[in-house]
């Protein structure tokens, strides 16, 4: 069964960290680009990080970039958000997805990826 499971979401205050993790099971794990996406209520799911199959290429939105990174470890089949100095504007769901390719380019568009995780909350407080 192919499964991403997310974790590490919770309340934080404004300024501060968390890490997201999401574990993947069932898949080749390695042939997978990797994306972390959110959702806010009432707004659309946007694109906040991805990583190519390698690790060598990551694409950031310009609202994270300089606060997130994504890393992954081919060997534990896992995909992390490093997320630093929060705001209240981070505040979302936090999806983690999958997209089967050998690229190096990591797509932008939700459309490509086509296997979810259920989504861990982020509330970040001011």
């Known amino acids: 069964q192919v499964q991403l499971v997310e974790s590490g979401g919770g309340l934080v205050q404004a300024g501060g960290s968390l890490r997201l993790s999401c574990a993947a099971s069932g898949l080749s794990f390695s042939r997978y680009a990797m994306g972390w996406f959110r959702q806010a209520p009432g707004k659309e799911r946007e694109l906040v990080a991805a990583?190519?199959?390698?690790?060598?290429?990551?694409y950031y939105a310009d609202s994270v970039k300089g606060r997130f990174t994504i890393s992954r470890d081919n060997a534990k089949n896992t995909v992390y958000l490093r997320m630093n100095s929060l705001k209240p504007e981070d505040t979302a769901v936090y999806y983690c997805a999958a997209e089967r390719t050998l690229s190096e380019y990591v797509s932008r568009l939700i459309t490509e990826y086509d296997i979810w995780g259920q989504g861990t909350q982020v509330t970040v407080s001011s």
């Open positions: 990583i190519s199959w390698s690790g060598v290429t990551t």
